[in-house]
């Protein structure tokens, strides 16, 4: 693994949020409420990255506990992954949001706010370690792989990533977002596939 991970710096989960939580690297830490690090165990050989902290990630603190959280939650259950098992992150650290009266709408980070933010996840990474990490959207899949990759042409495929190996996958926002409940029950079922990929490609590596 490259100098990239290197975590010599911060030798726990805890130490690595604590130096999250004075980052000022992208203007996003001016308006969130906190900073949100990823969660799970040290010794986790499963990552999950998705794309940014939403509304109640960004009042509790705590990465995919929200909706699409809700949704995340389910389809581990149904491939038989233990969420408490695995380290959950995002690509980027801070709520991305614009104000319309009380209401905070989320907005999409911008490439630069995902490079910047590409620091914490690869100090994760290095702490980490893991066999493999799941890019679930476009934001995350640059975070993890450096580059934009299309979605569609590159899911549920293990591939050589810096420093391990990764694969692709939705948001599960993606499934909220849907209207169409023929196009809901395919997409998920796609996502649940996507799932069972990384689990049984982790019992055979």
């Not at 726990?12 to 604590?18: D, I, K, N, Q, Y």
């Not at 233990?82 to 911008?110: C, E, L, M, S, Y």
């Not at 959207?137 to 640059?142: K, M, N, Q, V």
């Not at 042409?153 to 499934?175: D, K, N, Q, W």
Request: with cysteine; net charge positive.
């Amino acid at each position: 693994m490259s100098d990239l991970f290197a975590a010599a710096d911060y030798p726990s989960l805890a130490a690595l949020a604590a130096a999250e939580a004075a980052c000022t690297r992208c203007p996003l830490y001016r308006d969130a409420t906190r900073v949100v690090p990823g969660e799970g165990p040290r010794d986790a050989t499963l990552m999950f990255v998705g794309e940014q902290p939403g509304e109640e990630e960004d009042r509790t603190g705590r990465p995919f506990v929200g909706p699409a959280g809700r949704v995340f939650d389910a389809a581990l259950a149904r491939v038989g992954i233990a969420r408490d098992q695995v380290f959950v992150t995002n690509a980027v650290k801070h709520f991305k949001f614009i104000r319309r009266g009380r209401r905070r709408i989320h907005q999409k980070p911008a490439v630069s706010e995902i490079d910047h933010c590409r620091w914490w996840l690869d100090l994760e990474r290095g702490l980490l370690r893991p066999r493999l990490v799941v890019a679930m959207g476009a934001t995350a899949a640059r975070g993890v792989f450096r580059r934009q990759l299309a979605i569609a042409a590159t899911r549920g495929t293990v591939r050589a990533v810096e420093g391990g190996h990764g694969l692709v996958t939705i948001h599960p926002s993606y499934l909220l977002r849907l209207d169409d409940d023929a196009a809901k029950r395919r997409e998920w079922n796609a996502f649940l596939d996507d799932l069972a990929v990384a689990r049984d490609w982790l019992a055979g590596a």
